[in-house]
């Protein structure tokens, strides 16, 4: 329950538990590792999306596993979106893709953060390598909009 009486919002849940899980970690471009999150939240429109964008790379990037998201409260759909978005251990990519577009939320989640991602102005300076993982994220972002 919040202040006010009333259920704690699941985006506002999502933000405590991703800035908690989150805590010390920077990005490509040294910022604050929360802001990613928090940038591809921003380009969603239901409660469910954005709690899934704050969270999703919670389950790859952190020691969070899924039933401790189920224990903090968080609904099953949101749950399973996030387990969608994390890419296992050697899976190979267009697989992991296949998987991320079987869940709703997880493919307006991943459209977003590839499209975050691919920003290539936030980094400052661009390598041949970043050059090649924005183009892979570009056949990305096509085939997830198929």
Do not use: C, W
């Amino acid at each position: 329950m919040d202040e006010k009486g009333g259920a704690i919002m699941l985006e506002e849940l999502a933000f405590e538990i991703a800035k908690a899980a989150h805590a010390g970690q920077t990005d490509k471009a040294g910022l604050d590792y929360i802001l990613h999150p928090l940038q591809v939240a921003a380009e969603m429109t239901t409660d469910e999306e954005k709690a899934v964008a704050l969270l999703h790379d919670i389950i790859e990037d952190t020691d969070m596993t899924a039933n401790e998201l189920l224990a903090q409260g968080l609904p099953d759909n949101v749950v399973e979106a996030v387990e969608a978005l994390t890419k296992k251990h050697n899976q190979n990519y267009a697989a992991y893709l296949a998987g991320v577009k079987k869940n709703r939320l997880a493919t307006a989640v991943k459209l977003a953060d590839l499209k975050h991602n691919s920003d290539l102005s936030r980094l400052e300076k661009i390598t041949q390598k970043d050059r090649e993982r924005a183009e892979k994220y570009r056949k990305a972002i096509e085939y997830l909009s198929k």
